[in-house]
């Protein structure tokens, strides 16, 4: 690995952790104001209660803030990167390490939450992040695609994202408590539904990677 | 010596061919200027140059290697553009210390304290927001980003649109002791031709996306002439050499004379002076007029 390489390596390292920790912070606020808000007995039980709530909207906010992180990306930090002197190819794998970074550092404060609050949202998690994880490359061919068409059309493809994204994390949330509190086995559907999530990133992820590598700076 | 080279670069948007079959060399150790109309395929060239826009055709490279998607090339270069205050998605909120932070960590010979002395010589509030500064500080940025990268071969487009005189004397003054205390090529794009023609070794002039003139400025200058004189006797003059922008006045005339080498007289009745690049980028613009 070269040392341009290395170093859009840690660029796009630094950006995912900032994203994550701006979501984190984001959902520790809104914990706080509805332990604040909605106290109903002690505020640690109130704080407790509420944990479960935040996990949940820490969920949604894995697949739709990546969705959007990466549709900015191609119009807004890929392109300074790449005015910069970076290479396409770089941008490329650096896009890659930074999503997963802000998945995976969401995740596991989102697990480090479910252990202590006790909440059994374990596979509903593991499915959030394996959606989110299929969001990014798809924002990225949104944000490729979207670059010429402007501001209006923008606007309205990210928030029909956010509600695709919403919609979708929803069901499979429903779906796998379902499966879960009716005790039906969930490893079948489990296993597909990565399977699933995983040809689609593979495809999202190569089409992203053609589009990405005929890019300019904007 | 090094050469960043263009051979054959044809760049089509759709139908429109901005720039048509452009070779060009850039020498390294030189500082050179790059002159031409709005529109002329200045920031094209040279975002094609330095593999920020790929080419519809054509191949540029550094002492032979291809620049396009090539780290060892790439990091010799640094190639300074126009930042936007705006993007697609509304006001760049970028501040500028994020946006120095991340030329630092892509500039591999990125000198941070030089950086930090330029930000106090143009007086730029770092956590002042991109959006939030005037078009004289955003050059004053670009100029930072350049200067402190500390590149082999350094291209500043438009680097002192909107900057007051003073701020433009400093930054002249700054690639001149930068130039002779490294050796660093740079090449820079301004429509200020008369205040930065004194920088320049070589030039280059392009027009409608074709390099019209590509070579040491001096020798260009040495054959430039500004020919007056009584209308009859400029004509006999400039008999047979190329001739821009003739203007009448009464009996009098004037013309810009391009030769093709340095003339040694145009004759009796005529007055002969030397023209700047500046005032013969003008006439070039205005149109050329060949004598039969």
């Not at chain 2, 094209?44 to 540029?60: C, D, K, M, R, W």
């Not at chain 2, 790439?74 to 553009?81: D, F, G, K, M």
Request: glycine share 8%.
């Amino acid at each position: 690995m070269g040392e341009l390489s290395k170093r859009a390596a840690k660029y796009y390292f630094v950006q995912g952790t900032k994203q994550a920790l701006f979501v984190l912070a984001f959902l520790a606020m809104i914990t706080v104001l509805n332990c604040l808000v909605f106290v109903d007995g002690s505020v640690m039980d109130s704080l407790m209660d509420n944990i479960g709530s935040s996990i949940r909207y820490g969920s949604y906010m894995i697949v739709l803030c990546n969705f959007m992180f990466s549709v900015y990306g191609p119009n807004w930090y890929d392109s300074i990167a790449l005015s910069l002197g970076c290479r396409r190819k770089d941008i490329f794998i650096g896009e890659m390490i930074k999503q997963v970074m802000f998945v995976l550092s969401d995740f596991i404060v989102l697990i480090a939450l479910a252990t202590v609050a006790k909440q059994e949202y374990i596979i509903v998690l593991i499915g959030f992040v394996v959606l989110g994880l299929v969001m990014g490359p798809l924002g990225l061919i949104v944000g490729h695609k979207i670059k010429r068409i402007g501001r209006i059309v923008v606007l309205v493809t990210i928030m029909v994202g956010a509600f695709f994204s919403a919609m979708l994390s929803n069901i499979i949330a429903m779906r796998t408590e379902a499966f879960i509190t009716e005790g039906c086995p969930v490893t079948g559907v489990v296993i597909g539904f990565i399977i699933v999530a995983a040809v689609l990133y593979t495809l999202f992820e190569f089409w992203a990677y053609n589009l990405n590598k005929k890019s300019m700076v904007v | 010596m090094s050469i960043l080279s263009g051979k054959n670069i044809v760049k089509s948007y759709g139908k429109e061919n901005v720039l048509k079959n452009v070779s060009v060399e850039i020498e390294t150790g030189k500082i050179y200027g790059l002159i031409g109309r709005n529109g002329a395929g200045k920031t094209t060239l040279l975002s094609i140059l330095t593999a920020q826009n790929p080419a519809s055709q054509g191949e540029i490279t550094l002492d032979g290697k291809p620049v396009w998607e090539n780290e060892e090339s790439l990091s010799h270069i640094c190639y300074s553009r126009e930042i936007s205050p705006v993007t697609m998605f509304g006001p760049n909120t970028l501040k500028v210390k994020e946006y120095l932070a991340t030329a630092r960590a892509f500039y591999i010979n990125w000198d941070e304290a030089y950086a930090k002395e330029l930000i106090k010589l143009f007086n730029i509030d770092i956590k002042k927001r991109i959006s939030k500064l005037s078009k004289g500080m955003l050059s004053a940025v670009t100029i930072i980003v350049a200067l402190a990268s500390k590149a082999d071969i350094t291209i500043l487009d438009e680097p002192v649109a909107g900057l007051d005189v003073v701020a433009r004397e400093q930054f002249y003054k700054l690639v001149i002791e930068e130039y002779s205390e490294t050796g660093r090529t740079f090449i820079i794009s301004t429509h200020i031709i008369e205040e930065a023609a004194s920088l320049f070794e070589k030039i280059i002039i392009i027009d409608k996306g074709e390099i019209k003139y590509q070579e040491n400025l001096d020798e260009l200058l040495s054959r430039a002439y500004r020919v007056s004189g009584d209308t009859d006797a400029v004509d006999k003059a400039t008999e047979g050499f190329k001739i821009y922008n003739p203007e009448s006045l009464g009996r009098n005339k004037v013309v810009t004379v391009l030769a093709d080498k340095p003339v040694e007289s145009f004759g009796e009745g005529v007055q002969v002076e030397p023209v700047s690049l500046q005032n013969l980028f003008y006439a070039m613009c205005m149109g050329e007029r060949k004598e039969a």
